[in-house]
Protein backbone atom coordinates (compact mmCIF):
# COMPACT_ATOMS: atom_id res chain seq x y z
CA UNK A 1 0.00 0.00 0.00
CA UNK A 2 1.35 3.48 -0.92
CA UNK A 3 1.33 6.03 1.37
CA UNK A 4 0.48 10.00 0.31
CA UNK A 5 0.55 12.94 1.42
CA UNK A 6 0.15 16.84 0.47
CA UNK A 7 2.58 19.83 1.15
CA UNK A 8 2.75 23.54 0.81
CA UNK A 9 5.91 24.68 -0.07
CA UNK A 10 6.63 27.90 1.99
CA UNK A 11 8.75 29.85 -0.32
CA UNK A 12 6.23 29.99 -3.07
CA UNK A 13 4.20 32.34 -3.96
CA UNK A 14 1.31 32.61 -1.35
CA UNK A 15 3.37 34.82 1.08
CA UNK A 16 4.15 36.59 -2.06
CA UNK A 17 0.53 37.25 -2.73
CA UNK A 18 -0.19 38.47 0.97
CA UNK A 19 3.19 41.17 0.95
CA UNK A 20 1.85 42.35 -2.44
CA UNK A 21 -1.84 43.07 -0.65
CA UNK A 22 0.04 44.39 2.64
CA UNK A 23 1.99 46.99 0.11
CA UNK A 24 -1.28 48.08 -1.49
CA UNK A 25 -2.34 48.91 1.82
CA UNK A 26 -0.12 50.62 2.66
CA UNK A 27 -0.25 53.24 -0.19
CA UNK A 28 -3.99 54.02 0.60
CA UNK A 29 -5.90 51.05 -0.28
CA UNK A 30 -7.10 48.74 2.51
CA UNK A 31 -7.32 44.93 1.20
CA UNK A 32 -10.78 43.25 2.43
CA UNK A 33 -10.50 39.77 4.10
CA UNK A 34 -11.77 38.43 0.43
CA UNK A 35 -8.75 39.81 -1.21
CA UNK A 36 -6.39 38.34 1.15
CA UNK A 37 -8.31 35.18 1.21
CA UNK A 38 -8.23 34.59 -2.43
CA UNK A 39 -4.51 35.40 -3.01
CA UNK A 40 -3.78 32.60 -0.18
CA UNK A 41 -6.44 30.30 -1.70
CA UNK A 42 -5.05 30.93 -5.17
CA UNK A 43 -1.24 30.96 -4.36
CA UNK A 44 -1.68 27.54 -2.35
CA UNK A 45 -3.37 26.18 -5.01
CA UNK A 46 -0.66 26.86 -7.42
CA UNK A 47 2.28 25.43 -4.44
CA UNK A 48 0.64 22.29 -3.57
CA UNK A 49 2.78 18.63 -3.87
CA UNK A 50 1.78 14.98 -3.55
CA UNK A 51 4.37 13.38 -1.92
CA UNK A 52 4.36 9.01 -2.04
CA UNK A 53 6.18 6.36 -1.12
CA UNK A 54 5.61 2.68 -0.01
CA UNK A 55 4.91 -0.13 -2.50
CA UNK A 56 4.99 0.32 -5.71
CA UNK A 57 4.90 -3.05 -8.06
CA UNK A 58 1.26 -2.19 -9.11
CA UNK A 59 2.66 1.74 -9.51
CA UNK A 60 0.65 3.27 -6.76
CA UNK A 61 2.96 5.37 -5.71
CA UNK A 62 2.75 7.16 -9.00
CA UNK A 63 7.13 7.26 -9.36
CA UNK A 64 8.53 5.32 -11.61
CA UNK A 65 11.55 4.26 -9.44
CA UNK A 66 11.66 0.94 -7.65
CA UNK A 67 9.24 -1.23 -6.80
CA UNK A 68 9.82 -0.12 -3.32
CA UNK A 69 9.63 3.82 -2.55
CA UNK A 70 11.33 4.27 0.60
CA UNK A 71 11.47 8.03 1.00
CA UNK A 72 8.39 10.25 0.36
CA UNK A 73 8.90 10.99 -3.57
CA UNK A 74 7.36 14.14 -5.39
CA UNK A 75 4.51 12.88 -7.65
CA UNK A 76 5.47 14.95 -11.10
CA UNK A 77 2.36 14.27 -13.05
CA UNK A 78 0.53 16.12 -10.03
CA UNK A 79 3.43 19.06 -9.30
CA UNK A 80 1.55 22.20 -8.37
CA UNK A 81 -1.77 21.14 -9.59
CA UNK A 82 -4.79 22.24 -7.37
CA UNK A 83 -5.79 18.62 -5.55
CA UNK A 84 -8.18 18.85 -3.53
CA UNK A 85 -8.90 14.85 -2.27
CA UNK A 86 -6.28 12.67 -2.15
CA UNK A 87 -7.00 8.66 -1.59
CA UNK A 88 -4.50 5.96 -1.02
CA UNK A 89 -5.87 2.50 -2.07
CA UNK A 90 -4.54 -1.11 -1.44
CA UNK A 91 -3.11 -1.30 -4.69
CA UNK A 92 -3.72 2.19 -5.87
CA UNK A 93 -4.38 5.60 -5.80
CA UNK A 94 -6.31 8.49 -6.92
CA UNK A 95 -6.60 12.33 -6.82
CA UNK A 96 -9.68 15.01 -7.49
CA UNK A 97 -8.41 18.36 -9.36
CA UNK A 98 -10.71 21.43 -8.71
CA UNK A 99 -9.23 24.79 -9.44
CA UNK A 100 -9.49 27.67 -7.21
CA UNK A 101 -10.37 30.02 -10.45
CA UNK A 102 -12.38 27.62 -12.14
CA UNK A 103 -11.00 26.53 -14.91
CA UNK A 104 -10.33 22.82 -13.26
CA UNK A 105 -14.14 21.61 -12.60
CA UNK A 106 -13.58 18.55 -10.39
CA UNK A 107 -11.18 16.04 -12.51
CA UNK A 108 -10.60 12.52 -11.34
CA UNK A 109 -7.44 11.14 -11.92
CA UNK A 110 -6.25 7.23 -10.30
CA UNK A 111 -2.90 5.63 -10.85
CA UNK A 112 -2.23 2.08 -9.75
CA UNK A 113 -3.46 -1.79 -10.20
CA UNK A 114 -6.02 -1.49 -13.12
CA UNK A 115 -7.27 -4.87 -12.37
CA UNK A 116 -11.17 -5.36 -13.15
CA UNK A 117 -11.36 -1.47 -14.71
CA UNK A 118 -11.24 -0.24 -11.16
CA UNK A 119 -9.44 2.90 -12.26
CA UNK A 120 -11.84 4.02 -14.42
CA UNK A 121 -9.39 4.50 -17.76
CA UNK A 122 -11.14 1.56 -19.51
CA UNK A 123 -9.00 -1.62 -19.59
CA UNK A 124 -7.56 -3.97 -16.26
CA UNK A 125 -4.16 -2.50 -17.07
CA UNK A 126 -1.96 -1.05 -14.19
CA UNK A 127 -0.98 2.48 -14.41
CA UNK A 128 2.26 3.76 -13.35
CA UNK A 129 1.55 7.62 -13.15
CA UNK A 130 -1.37 9.44 -12.63
CA UNK A 131 -3.75 9.55 -15.74
CA UNK A 132 -7.54 11.44 -15.97
CA UNK A 133 -10.21 9.30 -16.11
CA UNK A 134 -11.25 10.91 -19.47
CA UNK A 135 -14.99 9.45 -19.07
CA UNK A 136 -15.91 11.87 -16.58
CA UNK A 137 -14.39 14.72 -18.25
CA UNK A 138 -17.69 16.92 -18.86
CA UNK A 139 -20.33 14.43 -17.36
CA UNK A 140 -19.40 14.71 -13.49
CA UNK A 141 -17.42 17.39 -11.38
CA UNK A 142 -15.58 15.19 -9.17
CA UNK A 143 -15.64 16.15 -5.34
CA UNK A 144 -14.23 13.17 -3.56
CA UNK A 145 -13.21 9.05 -4.70
CA UNK A 146 -13.41 5.96 -2.78
CA UNK A 147 -11.31 3.63 -3.39
CA UNK A 148 -12.02 -0.18 -2.51
CA UNK A 149 -10.14 -3.49 -3.15
CA UNK A 150 -11.20 -3.81 -6.47
CA UNK A 151 -14.17 -1.15 -7.05
CA UNK A 152 -13.64 2.74 -7.35
CA UNK A 153 -16.50 5.15 -6.51
CA UNK A 154 -17.01 8.81 -7.27
CA UNK A 155 -19.07 11.50 -6.00
CA UNK A 156 -19.87 14.31 -7.97
CA UNK A 157 -21.14 18.20 -7.25
CA UNK A 158 -25.11 17.37 -7.99
CA UNK A 159 -24.57 14.68 -5.40
CA UNK A 160 -24.50 11.84 -7.80
CA UNK A 161 -21.89 8.62 -7.54
CA UNK A 162 -20.19 7.02 -9.85
CA UNK A 163 -18.62 3.89 -10.06
CA UNK A 164 -16.74 1.34 -11.62
CA UNK A 165 -14.84 -2.04 -11.42
CA UNK A 166 -15.51 -5.48 -10.23
CA UNK A 167 -19.07 -6.19 -9.58
CA UNK A 168 -19.84 -9.72 -8.32
CA UNK A 169 -21.48 -9.06 -4.97
CA UNK A 170 -23.44 -5.83 -6.68
CA UNK A 171 -20.68 -3.34 -5.28
CA UNK A 172 -20.86 -0.95 -7.63
CA UNK A 173 -24.58 -0.22 -6.92
CA UNK A 174 -25.77 -0.66 -10.70
CA UNK A 175 -29.34 -2.47 -9.71
CA UNK A 176 -27.26 -5.68 -11.47
CA UNK A 177 -29.74 -8.71 -11.56
CA UNK A 178 -29.07 -11.09 -9.15
CA UNK A 179 -28.78 -13.86 -12.05
CA UNK A 180 -25.68 -11.75 -14.01
CA UNK A 181 -24.13 -11.70 -10.61
CA UNK A 182 -24.25 -15.31 -10.16
CA UNK A 183 -23.25 -15.89 -13.56
CA UNK A 184 -20.60 -13.84 -13.24
CA UNK A 185 -19.71 -15.55 -9.97
CA UNK A 186 -19.65 -19.21 -12.04
CA UNK A 187 -17.49 -17.75 -14.80
CA UNK A 188 -14.86 -16.65 -11.42
CA UNK A 189 -15.09 -19.95 -10.34
CA UNK A 190 -14.33 -21.85 -13.33
CA UNK A 191 -11.72 -19.83 -14.60
CA UNK A 192 -9.93 -20.05 -11.44
CA UNK A 193 -10.02 -23.90 -11.06
CA UNK A 194 -9.09 -24.25 -15.10
CA UNK A 195 -6.05 -26.31 -16.25
CA UNK A 196 -2.95 -24.07 -16.76
CA UNK A 197 -2.34 -25.12 -20.37
CA UNK A 198 1.37 -26.23 -20.87
CA UNK A 199 3.68 -24.68 -23.48
CA UNK A 200 3.09 -27.67 -26.44
CA UNK A 201 -0.78 -27.44 -25.68
CA UNK A 202 -3.46 -26.15 -27.85
CA UNK A 203 -4.42 -22.79 -27.38
CA UNK A 204 -8.20 -24.34 -27.02
CA UNK A 205 -7.51 -25.95 -23.83
CA UNK A 206 -7.30 -22.62 -22.03
CA UNK A 207 -11.12 -22.33 -22.31
CA UNK A 208 -11.64 -25.49 -20.86
CA UNK A 209 -13.73 -25.99 -17.42
CA UNK A 210 -12.93 -27.89 -14.59
CA UNK A 211 -14.16 -31.21 -16.12
CA UNK A 212 -12.20 -30.97 -19.35
CA UNK A 213 -15.57 -29.52 -21.13
CA UNK A 214 -15.45 -25.89 -22.28
CA UNK A 215 -16.78 -23.60 -20.04
CA UNK A 216 -19.49 -22.86 -21.74
CA UNK A 217 -20.80 -26.84 -22.63
Not at 10 to 19: E, I, L, N, R, Y
Not at 48 to 75: D, H, K
Not at 128 to 150: I, K, Q, T, Y
Not at 171 to 178: D, E, H, K, Y
Request: contains cysteine; neutral net charge; charged residues 15%.
Amino acid sequence: MAALTSSLNGSCSSAAAVTALLRRGAGGHTPSSSEVSNAVTLSAYRCLSVLSWGRNIEGQCGVETAIVVTRPTPVLELLGSPVSDLVAGKLNSGAVLRGGTGLLDGEAWTWGCGKAGKLGHGSGDAVHEPCRVESLVSRASVLSMALGDHHSLFLDGGGGIWSCGENKEGQCGLGTPLEVIASQHRRAFYESVAPRPSAGAPASMSAAGPSGRGSGG
